[in-house]
């Protein structure tokens, strides 16, 4: 072989979206150093989430792997903030962890596009003619014309166990010892980061009785429209922690890494170790864990909110204080992970490298966390880089468009300088920019890329039309002097009840009939919400120097700190800093006019 379009190194989330995306119109290799290991689930064992459903429908609709796999291997399904509005509403998928990376693997390793080649890399080199080589640790020389770094957590990984590390990038399996090499080389700041797992912890060793049980939905839903056959096959439960479970970690802080000042990487503030939560948190008594099967054919369950880097000895002492693990037996123990990352304003806005043209990175080495980040921005640098190797012209996906653009637009412009999470609260347009509508939006999109075909594409489009056929039904037709799109926007009527008074609608799916209801019934939120959009894109010069931003109650703890620090002299460049978001952008407006906010700053710019 004289080569291949694009070289994909690293087989997590990030790599499998990247190579499935890159094999649909270009020649990949997928360099990994073990296959039994691609698609692993090394943290929890679920797809979804509040933020981060939204991203894996957008994928889904974008031509992604992730949605498929989790409704092939679901064991438990539930739509979270189902009480709530259609903009925070979330799927989140519980999934067999064997069966996902076992399904992963055979849709990898047959596709007829994609070369499996098994080794580590150890250097990038140009190769003259405007591609690259990915040198590997025996010497080969692997030709392509684009290479996408999907290294995970893996670069230089060290794994802690108490004041004990050892190098890993995660559990059981050895680090990337050279690849921090050539992005440093090349100008590439290297930030060091830190993440962990909980323990998991042997089912027949858990009182099951005393845990709350949590019950799957009744009519399971799925990312790709229905999940597979077990998607109700399993509960999952709550327990929480004691005053003893404080009181131990508390005594033994000087046995943790991160307080003895061992790890130097930054954690994610969103999801804390326990023994942070119970130092930052001191006056909380209690700590909310869920426990969650790592499948239905495992021995074991994961204990999510439970992240620990503390020694195995205490984590045994800690875990038998919770209720309903008295008799616990960890089966494998938590740690923490520390790796390199990129800065990630050192990328484009399709992930590549503004140092090295034609490398692109994706996933956590760009500072996230989390498979569904990684997923996003893998299907983002695959597109690109077989774009790229095949000289298509390049095209971007902005901050407009959805969850994946304002992942990106955070990553290129704000950076990180924690691990970066996805949330509903980070997307100012988040009611139009919903899980529900996300193939409508990103179809299209899909199509253009070459990543979605005609086929699909004519079957969402058609959904649509039905969709607005249904909402033409309604308002052409009167009962009692009212339209039917009247009757159902009152708060307590559904589209059942409205039928029920004698409205005729045509022929649509459940899918088709939950959209009619949403944009019904949330069409004067939806206006509101593109007007507000409008409102603050005309408000963005407004000038907040002199500003105690300490003394802005709305504001969230960590915009508070972060304005402090940063001191920006405008909205804007206040919308560019990392942890600043549109709730805390809102409360700026509103303390502005409440104070009577000043003129534009003069000559302010919109760069940062």
Same mark, same amino acid.
């Given at each position: 072989?004289?080569?291949?379009? &694009?070289?994909?190194i690293?087989?997590?989330?990030?790599?499998?979206?990247?190579?499935? #995306?890159?094999?649909?119109?270009?020649?990949?290799?997928?360099?990994?150093s073990?296959?039994?290991?691609?698609?692993?689930?090394?943290?929890? =064992?679920? &797809?979804?989430?509040?933020g981060?459903?939204?991203?894996?429908?957008?994928?889904?609709?974008?031509?992604?792997?992730?949605g498929?796999?989790?409704?092939?291997?679901? $064991?438990h399904?539930?739509?979270?903030n189902?009480?709530?509005?259609?903009?925070? !509403?979330?799927?989140?998928?519980?999934?067999?962890?064997?069966?996902?990376?076992?399904? @992963?693997?055979?849709? +990898?390793?047959?596709?007829?596009?994609?070369?499996?080649?098994?080794?580590?890399?150890?250097?990038?080199?140009?190769?003259?003619?405007?591609?690259w080589?990915?040198?590997t640790?025996?010497?080969?020389?692997?030709?392509?014309?684009?290479?996408?770094?999907?290294?995970?957590?893996?670069?230089?990984?060290?794994?802690?166990?108490?004041?004990?590390?050892?190098?890993?990038?995660?559990?059981?399996?050895?680090?990337?010892?050279?690849?921090?090499?050539?992005?440093?080389?090349?100008?590439?700041?290297?930030?060091?980061?830190? %993440?962990? %797992?909980?323990?998991?912890?042997?089912?027949d060793?858990?009182?099951?009785?005393?845990?709350?049980? $949590?019950?799957?939905?009744?009519?399971?839903?799925?990312?790709?429209? %229905?999940?597979?056959?077990?998607?109700?096959?399993?509960?999952?439960?709550?327990?929480?922690?004691?005053?003893?479970?404080h009181?131990? $970690?508390?005594?033994?802080?000087?046995?943790?890494?991160?307080?003895?000042?061992?790890?130097?990487?930054?954690?994610?503030?969103?999801?804390?170790?326990?023994e942070?939560?119970v130092?930052?948190?001191?006056?909380?008594?209690?700590?909310?864990?869920?426990?969650?099967?790592?499948?239905?054919?495992?021995?074991?369950?994961?204990?999510q909110?439970?992240?620990?880097?503390?020694?195995?000895?205490?984590? /045994?002492?800690?875990?038998?204080?919770?209720?309903?693990?008295?008799? #616990?037996?960890? !089966?494998?123990?938590?740690y923490?992970?520390?790796?390199?990352?990129? /800065?990630?304003?050192?990328?484009?806005?399709?992930?590549?490298?503004?140092?090295?043209?034609?490398?692109?990175?994706?996933?956590? $080495?760009?500072?996230?966390?989390?498979y569904?980040?990684?997923? @996003?921005?893998?299907?983002?640098?695959?597109?690109?880089?077989?774009?790229?190797?095949?000289?298509?012209?390049?095209?971007?996906?902005?901050?407009?468009?959805?969850? +994946?653009? &304002?992942?990106?637009?955070?990553?290129?412009?704000?950076?990180s300088?924690?691990?970066?999470?996805?949330?509903?609260?980070?997307?100012?347009?988040?009611?139009? &920019?919903? !899980?529900?509508?996300a193939?409508e939006?990103?179809?299209?999109?899909?199509?253009?890329?070459?990543?979605?075909?005609?086929?699909e594409?004519?079957?969402?489009?058609?959904?649509?039309?039905?969709?607005?056929?249904?909402?033409?039904?309604?308002?052409?037709?009167?009962?009692?002097?009212?339209?039917?799109?009247?009757?159902?926007?009152?708060?307590?009527?559904?589209? =059942?009840?409205?039928?029920a008074?004698?409205?005729?609608l045509?022929a649509? @799916?459940?899918?088709?009939?939950?959209?009619?209801?949403?944009?019904v019934?949330?069409?004067?939120?939806?206006?509101?919400?593109? !007007?507000?959009?409008?409102?603050?894109?005309?408000?963005?010069?407004?000038?907040?120097?002199?500003?105690?931003?300490?003394?802005?109650?709305?504001?969230?703890?960590?915009?508070?700190?972060?304005?402090?620090?940063?001191?920006?002299?405008?909205?804007?460049?206040?919308s560019?800093?990392?942890?600043?978001r549109?709730?805390?952008l809102?409360?700026?407006?509103?303390?502005?006019?409440?104070?009577?906010?000043?003129?534009?700053?003069?000559g #302010?710019?919109?760069?940062t």
């Amino acid at each position: 072989m004289n080569g291949w379009n &694009v070289i994909v190194i690293g087989g997590g989330h990030a790599g499998l979206e990247a190579a499935w #995306a890159a094999a649909k119109f270009a020649r990949v290799a997928l360099l990994i150093s073990n296959p039994a290991t691609v698609g692993r689930m090394p943290c929890n =064992p679920a &797809v979804g989430g509040p933020g981060k459903s939204q991203l894996v429908f957008e994928l889904q609709a974008l031509g992604g792997l992730m949605g498929r796999l989790a409704d092939e291997t679901a $064991i438990h399904t539930r739509m979270l903030n189902a009480s709530k509005g259609p903009a925070v !509403q979330s799927l989140r998928v519980q999934n067999e962890r064997d069966a996902y990376a076992e399904r @992963a693997q055979d849709v +990898i390793f047959e596709h007829p596009n994609i070369d499996i080649l098994r080794g580590e890399a150890a250097d990038l080199e140009e190769d003259g003619l405007g591609g690259w080589r990915v040198v590997t640790t025996d010497g080969r020389r692997l030709p392509a014309r684009s290479v996408v770094v999907a290294a995970g957590t893996f670069m230089r990984g060290v794994t802690w166990y108490g004041r004990q590390s050892r190098a890993e990038g995660r559990q059981g399996e050895p680090p990337s010892r050279f690849l921090s090499a050539p992005l440093a080389r090349a100008g590439h700041v290297l930030k060091r980061y830190k %993440t962990g %797992t909980p323990p998991r912890v042997r089912a027949d060793a858990v009182n099951f009785a005393a845990l709350l049980e $949590i019950p799957a939905d009744p009519a399971p839903r799925g990312f790709t429209g %229905t999940p597979g056959p077990r998607a109700a096959t399993s509960p999952t439960w709550q327990t929480h922690t004691t005053p003893d479970t404080h009181r131990l $970690i508390q005594e033994n802080l000087h046995e943790s890494p991160m307080f003895a000042g061992d790890i130097e990487g930054l954690g994610p503030r969103y999801c804390p170790s326990i023994e942070d939560k119970v130092v930052r948190f001191a006056h909380h008594d209690r700590h909310l864990l869920f426990v969650e099967p790592d499948g239905v054919e495992t021995s074991e369950v994961y204990l999510q909110g439970f992240s620990s880097s503390l020694p195995p000895h205490l984590q /045994d002492q800690l875990v038998r204080t919770l209720p309903g693990f008295e008799q #616990a037996v960890i !089966q494998r123990y938590a740690y923490a992970v520390e790796y390199d990352v990129v /800065d990630s304003t050192e990328l484009t806005l399709n992930l590549e490298s503004k140092l090295l043209p034609g490398v692109f990175t994706a996933g956590q $080495i760009n500072g996230t966390s989390g498979y569904e980040e990684a997923a @996003a921005q893998g299907l983002i640098a695959g597109t690109a880089a077989a774009r790229r190797a095949l000289n298509e012209p390049e095209q971007m996906i902005g901050r407009e468009t959805g969850y +994946i653009g &304002v992942l990106l637009d955070e990553l290129v412009f704000k950076g990180s300088s924690e691990p970066y999470r996805m949330m509903t609260s980070r997307v100012e347009h988040r009611l139009l &920019v919903r !899980q529900d509508n996300a193939d409508e939006r990103m179809t299209p999109l899909g199509h253009a890329l070459g990543l979605v075909d005609a086929t699909e594409l004519r079957r969402v489009q058609a959904k649509y039309a039905r969709v607005q056929a249904g909402m033409n039904a309604l308002s052409a037709q009167r009962i009692q002097g009212q339209t039917g799109d009247a009757w159902l926007r009152r708060p307590e009527f559904s589209l =059942p009840d409205v039928e029920a008074m004698g409205f005729v609608l045509p022929a649509m @799916a459940p899918a088709e009939r939950e959209a009619v209801e949403i944009r019904v019934k949330y069409a004067g939120y939806i206006r509101r919400a593109e !007007q507000q959009l409008k409102s603050e894109d005309r408000a963005r010069e407004l000038s907040l120097e002199g500003l105690d931003f300490s003394s802005i109650p709305s504001l969230s703890n960590e915009a508070r700190e972060k304005l402090t620090q940063a001191q920006p002299r405008t909205v804007d460049q206040a919308s560019r800093i990392s942890g600043v978001r549109h709730a805390d952008l809102s409360a700026l407006l509103v303390f502005l006019r409440q104070r009577g906010a000043p003129g534009r700053t003069e000559g #302010a710019s919109r760069e940062t």
